[in-house]
């Protein structure tokens, strides 16, 4: 049977007044995928019209570019054999996760209560995950000699495996232990911990920013690239926050132009020109004769760290299950 004909025999897609609370978001009055479907109705449903879809979609393309990146970076440098690139594979590894999360939990979150609750902290899992790539690969390609040795530096990767668990852990208390209505202060949990592991992975960024600003070093042709990454991310946070457009026209931009999606392609083009930045850097090094890396990469402070990371968001993520199967449960009870 041709797709368009599987897609029309779907269950046509509810108003908010047709799901429970926990699905609805707020200025989307319509386009709800039903609960309580078969698993393939939700794979299928990335060809009807719906409020999740272009969410899925944004990231499904996210992780296809950055596949299509991996072949061309793969043609020039051996990611696998060469030690000088495991930073540099790692953080690829930690964005293949991310978009694959982020993909999975859009499309599956409206499956039932507790699908939706797991599928949230598959995301936030790989939203801390990414944290950690990106600490691995600017710490290692994108900062200036004299920062080598520093405390931030010193400590970039153990400070950054933790923020990354912080990330995954924060987000989860934000999804578990509120309910809709939001409070601001829910926004808070995960602001902050996003926020805390930008900062940490942009600080050898800022320092030649810094540097180039009150003239120690000259301009680089990866500091454009930085700088764009920085805006996009920027941007990114103001969507996430603001609720812009879809707050000053409720309802109109329930299947197009909703702030999560304009917010996921905030994401995706962070992490595009992160990539562009972090090849200009890397290219710089490799110009320079006898360039070494500080600390020289190991399968521990690349690989290794990210392994460990995925372990232990993957058990948060079985942790705060069991506290969203126990809140499921209270609530059935109090209706
Ligand atoms: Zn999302």
């Known amino acids: 049977m041709p797709l368009q004909k599987i897609v029309e025999t779907l269950v046509p897609t509810a108003t908010k007044e047709e799901v429970p609370k926990l699905f609805r978001e707020p200025h989307v009055e319509t386009g709800f995928r039903h609960l309580h479907q078969p698993w393939r109705y939700y794979i299928l449903s990335l060809f009807q019209i719906h409020n999740e879809?272009?969410?899925?979609?944004?990231?499904?393309?996210a992780l296809l570019m950055t596949m299509a990146r991996v072949a061309i970076f793969a043609r020039e440098f051996d990611l696998i054999y060469?030690?000088?690139?495991?930073?540099?594979?790692?953080c690829l590894l930690s964005m293949l996760v991310l978009y694959m999360c982020s993909s999975f939990a859009h499309c599956f979150q409206n499956k039932s209560e507790l699908v939706h609750y797991t599928c949230f902290m598959i995301d936030y899992a790989g939203i801390g995950l990414y944290g950690l790539g990106s600490v691995i690969i600017h710490h290692a390609y994108c900062l200036h000699p004299n920062m080598i040795?520093?405390?931030?530096?010193?400590?970039?990767?153990?400070?950054?495996?933790?923020?990354?668990?912080?990330?995954?852990?924060?987000?989860?208390?934000?999804?578990t232990f509120y309910s809709r209505p939001y409070p601001y202060t829910r926004r808070?949990?995960?602001?902050?911990?996003?926020?805390?592991?930008?900062?940490?992975?942009?600080?050898?960024?800022?320092?030649?920013?810094?540097?180039?600003?009150?003239?120690?070093?000259?301009?680089?042709?990866?500091?454009?690239?930085?700088?764009q990454q920085m805006m996009w991310?920027?941007?990114?946070?103001?969507?996430?926050?603001?609720?812009?457009?879809?707050?000053?026209?409720?309802?109109?931009?329930?299947?197009?132009?909703h702030s999560h999606q304009l917010f996921h392609i905030c994401i995706m083009m962070t992490s595009y020109k992160q990539l562009d930045a972090v090849y200009h850097d890397l290219k710089n090094l490799r110009n320079e004769p006898l360039v070494k890396l500080h600390?020289?990469?190991?399968?521990?402070?690349?690989?290794?760290?990210?392994?460990?990371?995925?372990?232990?968001?993957i058990l948060s993520t079985l942790f705060f299950r069991e506290v969203a199967k126990f809140k499921i449960a209270k609530e059935s009870k109090c209706s």
């Open 188 to 227: 808070l949990w995960q602001v902050i911990s996003v926020v805390a592991v930008y900062i940490w992975l942009i600080l050898p960024v800022w320092h030649r920013v810094h540097l180039y600003l009150t003239d120690q070093v000259p301009w680089d042709s990866g500091m454009g690239h930085h700088i």
């Open 295 to 313: 600390p020289s990469p190991t399968f521990y402070n690349t690989f290794g760290v990210i392994f460990l990371v995925i372990f232990v968001n």
């Open 82 to 90: 060469d030690k000088f690139m495991w930073p540099f594979t790692a």
């Open 233 to 257: 991310f920027v941007a990114g946070g103001f969507f996430f926050g603001s609720d812009i457009p879809q707050r000053f026209f409720p309802g109109k931009f329930d299947f197009l132009g």
């Open 149 to 175: 040795a520093s405390f931030v530096h010193s400590y970039s990767i153990p400070v950054g495996v933790i923020l990354a668990i912080l990330v995954c852990i924060c987000c989860s208390i934000s999804k």
């Open 53 to 61: 879809c272009m969410n899925v979609w944004t990231h499904v393309i």
